[in-house]
């Protein structure tokens, strides 16, 4: 199937599987704030995907090791009659969160739905989802994020949170401006529920503004630059060097957080903080199937071809 694929589905509103975990990560403008280094960072560069899409994949396998438990980060642009037509997946979840037009989504358990600007999908595939996910306006774009599993939990069955944009919690304060679309930030927490303790924070900071966001000591983070004007985004500390839009910047372990400042005079700086607890095991990804073993990675594939354990109506659906 094609290697790296999906893009989404909603019903507006919000649907919550289990009980919300706390994340205690917050935020903080303290002038004892210690910042985590930049360590690396990667720009992200277009490529073909899907049936005709375009995507920047900003985490591929080289980052997956200092990303744990990320696995994939991929901003994507499609028109019709491209999209990300029917495709498997097990073992991980997937985070759709579109930034312009709407992407709608099947699968073969029988959810269909769109999700339009602002909205977000929370996918667990779990132990197996065969889905689409297909351009519903002239223009679609949008964020899609790959979270791995742990081993207790890669053959759950899949369901899905979503939430539109009017559900997402949003604060202001200093000129900066988030979307806590998992976890919390400036005092106000997400109701999604992370199996894989995750934070996902868009912010939108105006000329002149910074900020200071707290993350677990132990978890790996990483941001995603979407806008910025000349010299605008600058990470880890006031004097490092700015970073420009379509970069991943990842951020060493330790220390309080991330600290941010838009130096631009006159653009604003627009970028996704994105973090989550390691989970340490090993990973075998096989295109859409992302296991621990490579056992496991061939009875995936027998399970897919034969339609059983999971994927029993593979041989039955076909989306409209």
């Excluded at 909205?119 to 779990?126: F, I, L, S, Y």
């Excluded at 759950?156 to 806590?180: F, H, M, R, T």
């Excluded at 002149?208 to 000349?230: C, D, I, M, R, T």
């Amino acid at each position: 199937m094609r290697a790296a694929i999906n893009k989404a589905n909603t019903l507006r509103g919000l649907v919550t599987f289990g009980i919300i975990r706390n994340i205690t990560s917050m935020s903080s403008s303290s002038q004892s704030f210690v910042s985590r280094s930049v360590i690396k960072k990667v720009f992200a560069k277009l490529q073909s995907e899907g049936d005709g899409a375009v995507v920047r994949r900003g985490i591929s396998r080289s980052e997956q090791r200092l990303l744990d438990p990320f696995l994939m980060l991929d901003e994507f642009s499609v028109s019709p009659p491209a999209g990300f037509p029917d495709h498997p997946h097990r073992g991980f979840e997937t985070v759709t969160y579109v930034l312009e037009g709407g992407i709608t989504h099947q699968d073969f358990k029988g959810h269909k739905g769109t999700i339009y600007a602002g909205d977000v999908q929370w996918m667990t595939a779990g132990r197996g989802i065969i889905h689409s996910e297909m351009p519903e306006e002239e223009v679609n774009k949008g964020l899609q994020l790959w979270i791995n599993l742990s081993s207790n939990e890669k053959m759950i069955e899949p369901n899905y949170q979503e939430l539109s944009s009017s559900d997402i919690p949003k604060a202001e304060q200093n000129g900066v401006q988030v979307k806590v679309i998992a976890g919390e930030s400036m005092g106000i927490q997400s109701p999604v529920y992370t199996r894989t303790p995750t934070m996902f924070l868009d912010f939108t900071l105006h000329p002149g503004a910074q900020f200071h966001q707290k993350v677990p000591e132990s978890w790996n983070a990483f941001a995603y630059v979407l806008e910025s004007g000349e010299g605008g985004a600058v990470f880890g500390s006031s004097n490092s060097s700015p970073v420009s839009a379509h970069n991943v910047v990842v951020f060493g372990q330790g220390n309080d957080g991330v600290s941010v400042w838009n130096k631009s005079s006159s653009k604003k700086l627009r970028f996704v903080l994105i973090a989550g607890e390691p989970i340490g095991e090993p990973v075998v990804q096989y295109g859409p199937f992302v296991m621990n073993t490579q056992a496991e990675i061939d009875m995936t594939i027998e399970d897919y071809h034969y339609s059983k354990n999971g994927f029993e109506m593979a041989k039955y659906w076909k989306s409209q």
